[in-house]
């Protein structure tokens, strides 16, 4: 990998990118919260609203090797410039025209715009990180995340019960524009991972690539834990009565867990191996799934939420830390290319497989089935540090 620039410039284009990362994610995030609920307003059952999030990962999870191999030729700024503007007309589509049909495109415009924003960006942050401060960057980049996993639901609910849900998709939209804004105006230029290396190579000699594999295996359960509890939450809140505000202040506990543990990340990193941290993360999210389906409060289940976000949110910068170290020169943006078919290969499935159990026979055992999951997988983790 390239050093990159001189410290003082690498700090800077890394607050570039944490913050259009935290615009970008915050209408991306906001936006599922939105689709989720304008849905069930207009009487859509739990099977279509996993169908509409479903949508999100399709096309990413047919494209995202493509993507990655792409920004691995032309660099990251072009790719984050049209994700954005694409991002912001998808949000903003069902603003200009409301429906149920609308949805289905523009959760499909969504994801795709999205999935290039995120592998551009995580490889604009590797591009910058000397080695030594790879695992500090993408703790900041993920802190980057959990501001913006906190205001785009917290953000959301509240503008739908003040405002509607057509103004919190222009809301949204609004806030998907200001990276596209800023890279346009400050036209930013970032090296490439690993320059000088070339490109190339099949997708099986990653796949096939033991450690690369645990790491793929790993962040499919983990991306299932993390969409289960957006496509969820909303659901179980309905049901149980909640208004759209108070849905989005237990998003919004969630994120802010995923905040606080960050913050202390770098720490724990420097005291345990990446494995097994996340065999920890992964137990601690067990149980904070085997918990939800027993309590009714809003209280407890944002309490919950917490603990759930504390537990998913310290094992995303350990992942990447290890899907760096294990990636071939050059070929940074196809790992994470796959990475993301991996993740919305379960990001597809998994709302339509819950969304037909929670419509059968409730949420609780789409919950116990997650917690089950989970607990095996953080079993294979332990193995691996062991």
């Known amino acids: ?174 806030s998907a524009i200001v990276p596209a804004a800023c890279i346009a105006w400050a036209r930013p230029s970032f090296p490439r991972a690993h320059a000088g290396a070339a490109p190339g190579g099949k997708v099986s000699d990653l796949v096939g690539d033991r450690k690369l594999r645990r790491v793929f295996v790993v962040t499919g359960v983990l991306a299932m834990a993390w969409d289960l509890f957006y496509f969820v939450i909303p659901i179980y809140g309905t049901s149980i009565g909640l208004s759209a505000s108070t849905i989005g202040a237990i998003l919004g506990s969630f994120a802010a867990a995923t905040f606080v543990v960050r913050m202390v990340l770098p720490w724990f990193a420097r005291r345990l191996p990446e494995w097994r941290l996340v065999s920890i993360t992964l137990f601690v999210a067990c149980v904070a799934y085997a918990l939800f389906p027993l309590v009714r409060t809003v209280p407890l289940i944002a309490a919950i939420a917490f603990l759930l976000g504390l537990g998913l949110g310290a094992s995303q910068p350990s992942m990447m830390s290890l899907i760096q170290q294990a990636t071939p020169a050059g070929r940074l943006g196809e790992a994470l290319g796959v990475r993301t078919m991996v993740m919305n290969a379960s990001h597809t499935a998994l709302p339509l497989l819950f969304g037909a159990v929670g419509t059968a026979l409730g949420m609780a055992p789409v919950f116990w089935a997650m917690a089950v999951c989970l607990g095996g997988t953080g079993e294979f983790a332990r193995r691996r540090a062991g």
Do not use: K
């Open 1 to 174: 990998m390239s050093p990159g620039p001189p410290g003082g410039r690498r700090a800077v284009r890394l607050a570039f990118l944490v913050a259009i990362t935290v615009f970008a994610h915050a209408a991306f995030n906001g936006s599922r919260v939105t689709v989720s609920l304008y849905a069930l307003s207009l009487q859509a059952t739990p099977l279509a609203v996993g169908a509409l999030i479903s949508l999100y990962s399709v096309l990413p999870m047919l494209l995202s090797v493509s993507a990655g191999r792409m920004i691995d030729r032309v660099g990251t700024r072009r790719p984050l410039l049209w994700s954005s503007v694409t991002l912001a007309a998808g949000v903003g589509l069902p603003a200009l025209a409301p429906g149920i049909a609308t949805l289905y495109v523009a959760c499909t415009v969504i994801g795709l715009a999205f999935m290039v924003f995120h592998i551009a960006v995580q490889n604009a942050v590797a591009a910058i990180s000397a080695p030594e401060d790879r695992a500090v960057n993408y703790s900041w980049l993920a802190l980057g995340f959990s501001i913006s996993g906190f205001l785009g639901p917290t953000a959301s609910g509240l503008a739908i019960d003040g405002a509607g849900h057509r103004a919190t998709f222009a809301l949204l939209m609004a």
